[in-house]
């Protein structure tokens, strides 16, 4: 399996997910999209595109102008119904490629927050009715044309949708362990404002293994599905 893998900042990682792309012995390359002369690998030989989240706004292309192409791409994958996952900033480069809205969210959520399964249909894939998972966004995506809503948690109606088989965008981050969680407090933390959804480090940091554990085996459930007749 060949895995493309989109990294927008130094301290987003795979996380959880290289567990998964090691058991299935996958090729991985990550394009990063902040270094200078990106290049995409050839969508032939492509069997699966993760989009990592990020610190910036897919909006801000006037800072970030590489989001342009990473939209095209992202577009190109599509259209070669290639499995696709996007998280966070991942899943609203997904939903603004395909001309949906990013805007602000009622309130910043960070920290573990609860989601929960909005959807009874049999073709899109199934979360468990309630899951605590861990979020760190300000702002959220509306749904592409024509993509199903999956989850939900109390201030943001959007956590997640799927659009056809093969692609699914999550504003959640199911990928994090303690290090990354760590990781985005030292060099980001300037983003926890106040809120009643904001949680202080210690609170974030309780017993991460245990939430991350609990939250594996959907996201292993979530990738497998994605691939299940790539």
């Known amino acids: 399996m060949n895995v493309v893998v989109l990294k927008h900042a130094p301290f987003e990682r795979l996380g959880q997910i290289e567990v998964w792309l090691q058991a299935k012995s996958a090729s991985v390359e990550t394009v990063v999209l902040y270094e200078p002369n990106v290049r995409y690998p050839d969508?032939?030989?492509t069997d699966l595109?993760?989009?990592?989240?990020?610190p910036m706004s897919v909006n801000d292309e006037v800072n970030y102008p590489w989001l342009v192409a990473e939209k095209q791409y992202?577009?190109?994958v599509i259209e070669a119904d290639i499995p696709l996952l996007g998280i966070?900033?991942?899943g609203?480069?997904?939903a603004t490629a395909l001309g949906a809205k990013v805007t602000d969210n009622p309130e910043v959520e960070i920290g573990w927050h609860t989601v929960s399964n909005v959807s009874d249909d049999a073709t899109v894939f199934r979360f468990p009715d309630a899951l605590e998972i861990f979020n760190w966004h300000g702002e959220t995506f509306a749904?592409?044309?024509g993509a199903k809503r999956l989850i939900e948690s109390k201030v943001c109606p959007n956590q997640g949708f799927q659009l056809g088989e093969r692609i699914i965008g999550l504003q959640c981050h199911p990928e994090v362990t303690p290090t990354i969680i760590q990781e985005w407090v030292d060099e980001i933390g300037e983003q926890m404002t106040e809120g009643d959804y904001v949680q202080q480090p210690g609170v974030m940091l309780a017993e991460p293994e245990v939430k991350m554990l609990t939250v594996r085996p959907v996201l292993f459930d979530l990738l497998d599905y994605l691939v299940r007749d790539a």
Do not use: F, H, K, W
Not at 49 to 54: E, K, M, N, P
């Open 88 to 90: 966070c900033l991942g």
């Open 49 to 54: 595109v993760i989009a990592l989240g990020g």
């Open 74 to 76: 992202i577009r190109d």
């Open 43 to 45: 969508l032939a030989s």
């Open 143 to 145: 749904l592409p044309e």
């Open 92 to 94: 609203q480069l997904i």
